[in-house]
């Protein structure tokens, strides 16, 4: 039992640590707390593009991570089904402090009509991943709500614990600084303790333009990843941002 809880847990610890608006990925959705973000007016002909998965399929093939490896675009059934699990993480979690819930929410829930597309590649040597979310809505309004809604439980979320039948994750958040060409942006370096003990870092790194999210994730050990690999994750979104 507690050999399948605990990846569980990492897993709806996840749904917390990255960041984007509501559904950019299974379970990697919201601002995330302790980010820094800005906001600035979106203009009109992005606020009112659409796109289909195809079209976000389509940007995030197009990307390349700091290696110059082109991403492995996740099938949309897994996208799916990683949004499915993390709703059904969220019925027995528990989640302190309790206004952290609100970000849960947030990210397990995809608006109607909405699209998205995400991709992936690893470092073997250094045993780091880096994933992608491009995440579309019809209503730019529905995107800056769900950010700001996230963005609200910011100071009671720096530091929060999900727990599992048992099992806890602790994560800490600090705000980074980026310079992501987006209406709003935000980034964090998290530092998630595991059940086990383990510590695993995260840099998570969003940008909002128009009707159109686009957000990148690094993960792995403490000495892997660290506030210093913002750069390559900005440029990542901004390559999504432009691409649309």
Known sequence: MHRRIAPAALTLAAVFAATGC????????????????SSAPATTAAAAKAYSNEDLTSIVSGLKDAQGQSL???????????????????????????????????????????????????????????????????DPAVMAEQFDKSDGAVDNCSTFTVELEGQKITSEMKPIETDVQADRSLGALTVQTLPTGQKQAMVTVTGVKGTLAATAIKRGAVNAVTAASAPELVQLVNAALAAG
Request: hydrophobic fraction near 45%.
């Open 72 to 138: 492995t675009v996740v099938p949309a059934a897994q996208i799916d089904q990683g949004l499915i699990a993390a709703r059904e993480l969220l019925k027995t979690a528990v989640i302190t402090p309790k206004a952290c819930a609100v970000l849960a929410d947030n990210n397990s829930q995809v608006p109607e009509g909405s699209t998205y597309a995400a991709g992936a590649s690893l470092a073997a040597k250094a045993k780091t991943a880096t994933i992608v979310t491009v995440f579309a809505v019809k």
């Open 22 to 37: 509501g559904g950019a990925a299974p379970g990697d959705s919201s601002t995330q707390p302790g980010t820094n973000a």
